[in-house]
């Protein structure tokens, strides 16, 4: 949505000094647990993708990869 969008993009904003291309694009999957396919993958902001994985990690949801 239009709201949703404008909480990202002022929350994306804080970081402009401080992650390199923060505003770049970067695919991200939209289940962790599956390939980058087609059907699994959405274009997200490059803060975005970084705010999702890292809280992937912390839960634990990217262990499967690991191992």
Known sequence: ??????KWREFINK?????????F????RT??????SEDNTMFVMRTQFYCIEIARNKEGLNDSHHS
Not at 25 to 28: A, H, K, M, N, T
């Open 1 to 6: 949505t239009d709201m949703a969008k404008a």
């Open 31 to 36: 289940d962790c647990t599956g390939d980058y």
């Open 15 to 23: 970081y402009e000094n401080r992650v390199t291309d923060f505003n």
């Open 25 to 28: 694009g970067s695919l991200l």
